[in-house]
């Protein structure tokens, strides 16, 4: 099975500050990635599919890139309601298998 | 507006099966291209696909738990069911159903409902 890294684990940054986060997958995976956000005690909420399309609704401060097995979710100016955890999901093939996540918060 | 609302039993005894049911509301669980799933998440950890069923009743599991899972879908009644047998506690966790596409990302999320297995 693809197994689903990202890095860091865990960052603290100030509002307004650009935040990357990254995914890396075992094998190549096209662009079959999508980036969900949980915030604390929440529901996952599908943030970007297809490695950069952002889903309806979602602040345009989020975006998403890449391709093949590194991808990355930026967000250019963090807001105080972007705390949560962020999860890449890749969905090229059965099992879905999602990242560990990693934990915004502010500093 | 699509709607997904998960219910059963909030605790199970090591040993037992565990069922659970996603009913859905605003569209139809039969509708083309349609896949519905379950994911779950233990307390304080991450993300961990079950598997899904298709509009048209094809199953996928997940590798490890294949042995002991089955979804099913009742579409006189628009919802779809999970069952996990033999659990232990390491199957105590949020569990939510989902609603994906042909392209597997989730874009519909039930609220989840937590489970504990315990005597």
């Known amino acids: 099975d693809i197994q689903m890294t990202q890095s860091p684990s865990s960052l603290s940054a100030s509002v307004g500050d650009r935040v990357t986060i990254t995914c890396r997958a075992s094998q190549g995976i096209y662009n079959y990635l999508a980036w969900y956000q949980q915030k604390p005690g929440k529901v996952p909420n599908l943030l970007i599919y297809?490695?950069?399309t952002l889903h309806s609704g979602v602040p345009s401060r989020f975006s998403g890139s890449g391709s093949g097995t590194d991808f990355t979710l930026t967000i250019s100016s963090l807001q105080p309601e972007d705390v949560a955890t962020y999860y890449c999901?890749?969905?090229?093939?059965?099992?879905?298998?999602f990242g560990p996540g990693t934990k915004v918060d502010i500093k | 507006q699509l709607q997904l609302q998960e219910s059963g039993p909030g605790l199970v005894k090591p040993s037992e099966t565990l069922s659970l049911t996603c009913a859905v509301s605003?569209?139809?669980?039969?509708?083309?291209?349609?896949?519905w799933g379950w994911i779950r998440q233990p307390p304080g950890k991450g993300l961990e696909w079950i598997g899904s069923i298709s509009y048209s009743g094809n199953t996928d599991y997940h590798p490890s738990l294949k042995s002991r899972v089955t979804i099913s879908a009742d579409t006189s009644k628009n919802q779809f069911s999970l069952r996990l047998s033999s659990v232990t506690a390491a199957d105590t966790a949020v569990y939510y159903c989902?609603?994906?596409?042909?392209?597997?990302?989730?874009?519909?999320w039930g609220q989840g409902t937590l489970v504990i297995v315990s005597s």
């Open positions: 989902a609603r994906h596409s042909s392209a597997w990302y989730l874009g519909v």
């Open positions: 605003g569209g139809s669980i039969s509708s083309s291209s349609s896949y």
């Open positions: 999901q890749k969905y090229n093939s059965a099992p879905i298998t």
């Open positions: 297809a490695a950069s």
